[in-house]
């Protein structure tokens, strides 16, 4: 999961196409961690259990309180947030 059609991980295909390869991943890092900043705490929680930590999303949303269907509406949300602020 997350491989390209070379099997090659997002990670590694950016660090391949950015020069200097590890700054460039420190620099993503930041930079997404700045964005994930804007985002609210239920927010971030929901998207570092699923993303981070490889949760489902019912199990998460179930840690967090969160019924499975609102969870999806918050996953997609904080997910539209980030995409506009890295875009």
Do not use: C, H
Request: no cysteine; hydrophobic share 50%.
């Amino acid at each position: 999961p997350g491989d390209d059609e070379d099997g090659q991980s997002f990670w590694a295909s950016v660090e391949d196409e950015a020069a200097g390869g590890a700054p460039a991943r420190f620099l993503l890092q930041e930079t997404l961690a700045a964005a994930m900043n804007t985002l609210s705490a239920r927010e971030k929680e929901l998207l570092s259990l699923v993303f981070l930590a490889g949760w489902s999303l019912k199990d998460a949303a179930a840690k967090i309180g969160l019924g499975a269907a609102y969870a999806a509406v918050v996953k997609r949300r904080a997910l539209q947030k980030l995409k506009k602020l890295l875009a």
